[in-house]
């Protein structure tokens, strides 16, 4: 199963791609969409194009996204919020289901705890997928996502088999 993390961003939009057989994990893909300033309305475009490039190119079975969370820029956020909005819509037109995370969750699934920094979750996501290269610390939060989403998946696929 090929699973699709995203870190929704207005700017940067990081994405990436794992391989899930069994506990085993390969890293596939990553990488960032970026859109530059200027209208709103064009900037999703960018995005919006640029995931489904992603989702075209690397075939994924699942996707999740990282919840968004409040701050004190209720306009940032506003923002950050359409750009959640496009990294739900674009797997799920593909016909994706889509799991959504907390921040927290994520950092707990991949580091152990809930509070990681940025460095930690990078440090997580290099042990668990040897030899990967980076594309940004976008990226690496994608792909954090996208092993919480594994992990997930797994552990529901475990109580689906002892409740059969």
Same mark, same amino acid.
């Given at each position: 199963? @090929? ?7 207005? @700017? ?6 794992? /391989?899930?057989?069994?506990? *085993? ?5 990553? $990488? ?23 989702? %075209? ?6 996707? /999740? ?18 750009? *959640? ?9 593909? $016909?994706? =289901? ?6 927290? =969750? ?5 580091? $152990?705890?809930?509070? %990681? +920094?940025?460095? +930690?979750?990078?440090?997580?996501? *290099? ?11 976008? %990226?690496?939060? %994608? ?10 998946? +797994?552990?529901?696929?475990? *109580? ?5």
């Amino acid at each position: 199963m @090929r699973v699709l993390g995203i870190d929704p961003g207005l @700017r940067n939009m990081g994405w990436g791609v794992i /391989a899930v057989d069994g506990p *085993r994990l390969t890293h596939i893909a990553n $990488g960032v969409i970026r859109s530059e300033a200027g209208d709103l309305g064009a900037r999703l475009v960018t995005l919006y194009r640029g995931l489904c490039a992603v989702i %075209a190119a690397h075939a994924p079975d699942a996707a /999740a996204v990282e919840q968004t969370f409040v701050n004190k820029d209720a306009t940032g956020t506003l923002k950050l919020g359409q750009a *959640r909005g496009i990294a739900m819509l674009a797997p799920a037109e593909a $016909g994706l =289901a889509v799991g959504e995370y907390a921040p927290n =969750a994520v950092k707990k699934a991949v580091v $152990g705890v809930g509070h %990681a +920094q940025k460095g +930690q979750i990078e440090h997580m996501v *290099r042990f668990q997928l040897p030899g990967i290269v980076l594309a940004g610390p976008d %990226a690496a939060d %994608a792909l954090a996502i996208a092993i919480c989403h594994a992990h997930h998946l +797994q552990g529901r696929a475990l *109580r689906i088999k002892v409740v059969a």
